[in-house]
C-alpha cells in the first residue's frame, strides 16, 4: 500500500517523525519541478540535492532530531 495518509497514521500511531518528502516536492509549483531532476526524470540534480536536503532538515528540526543527530543539543 502507497497511501500516504496510512503512512502518516502509523507514523503518528508509532510516535515517529514522517519526512514526506514527495509530497513537499508536489507542493512545489510545477514550473519549478523540472529544475530538480536530471534528464531521466528520476535522479535528483544538484538543486533537487539542495531541497530535498533542505526540506529534510527542516523536517528533522521540526521534530527536534537534529540536535540529537548532529550533538548541538550536547
Known amino acids: 500500500m502507497n497511501r ?5 497514521a502509523v507514523a503518528q500511531e508509532q510516535g ?3 519526512c514526506d518528502l514527495h509530497r513537499a ?5 510545477a514550473v519549478e519541478r523540472p529544475n530538480y531532476f536530471t534528464g531521466d ?7 533537487g540535492g539542495r531541497l ?3 526540506l529534510l532538515a527542516g ?3 521540526r521534530a527536534w ?3 540529537r543527530i ?5
Open 70 to 74: 548532529t550533538g548541538g543539543g550536547e
Open 41 to 47: 526524470g528520476i535522479h535528483l540534480s544538484d538543486a
Open 65 to 67: 532530531l537534529l540536535d
Open 4 to 8: 500516504p495518509w496510512t503512512r502518516r
Open 59 to 61: 523536517c528533522l528540526e
Open 16 to 18: 515517529v517523525a514522517l
Open 52 to 54: 530535498v536536503g533542505d
Open 25 to 29: 516536492v508536489s507542493l512545489r509549483p
